[in-house]
């Protein structure tokens, strides 16, 4: 199993990020919902959850946790879902996978209600960690992390918001996620180290975390 597999209960990391935008009777849509480790979280809340998911392994696992999931490449697989049936859309750590993000937004929009909001989360490569390996010389990609090499695309935060305005999103709420790798189960180093990180966010954030709906604009086309 790779990271994707497993819940992070950090504070203010992304999965609990994105927990925190749910409310108890909602619909969800869960793309790249894996073995279904959030998926679970999700219908604890009260919350219904459809997943879509390229592995197929994967998948199965998390068809305990969802009502249904779908298998295959969100950027081709016959989308079977009635238009406007979620509250929530999630692409958490998947835009950065896809050949084309816009199109595959452009995709999934449409089945979230007009009231529904889409939560992302996009790496930084602006971290500190990136930028002293460029000063090293050295740009390397590894199995998981901001170098991903499943990443297709690399975006700092401001390049992330370029990337959801061009998709048609209206970014009602933004913020980082925090490197916290020995913080883990500390509520209040996690918070601290929170507060830090939001001083110098493109050298502290491994993540950029919107909320965001469909624009005015682009809905109204």
Not at 52 to 76: H, K, N, P, Y
Not at 86 to 106: I, R, Y
Not at 201 to 221: C, D, G, I, K, Y
Request: hydrophobic share 45%; proline share 5%.
């Amino acid at each position: 199993m790779g990271h994707y597999d497993a819940f992070d209960p950090t504070l203010y990391r992304t999965h609990m990020r994105a927990l925190a935008c749910l409310r108890p009777g909602q619909r969800v849509l869960e793309v790249g919902c894996s073995t279904g480790v959030l998926s679970e979280r999700i219908r604890a809340l009260g919350c219904t959850v459809v997943g879509i998911e390229q592995r197929a392994d994967a998948a199965e696992r998390a068809r305990a946790f969802c009502e249904s999931v779908l298998v295959g490449d969100v950027e081709r697989m016959p989308l079977a879902l009635p238009k406007g049936s979620f509250d929530v859309l999630l692409l958490l750590d998947v835009l950065e996978h896809l050949v084309d993000p816009v199109a595959a937004v452009a995709r999934l929009v449409p089945l979230v209600r007009d009231a529904g909001i889409v939560v992302v989360a996009l790496p930084n490569v602006a971290h500190w960690s990136i930028r002293g390996q460029l000063v090293r010389g050295r740009f390397e990609y590894v199995d998981s992390g901001i170098l991903d090499r499943t990443h297709l695309h690399l975006y700092t935060l401001r390049t992330a918001e370029r990337l959801l305005g061009s998709a048609g999103l209206e970014i009602l709420e933004k913020d980082i996620i925090p490197d916290t790798p020995f913080l883990r189960f500390r509520p209040r180093v996690a918070s601290l180290n929170y507060k830090i990180a939001r001083l110098l966010p493109n050298l502290l954030s491994t993540e950029s975390f919107f909320v965001t709906r469909p624009s005015r604009t682009a809905s109204s086309r």
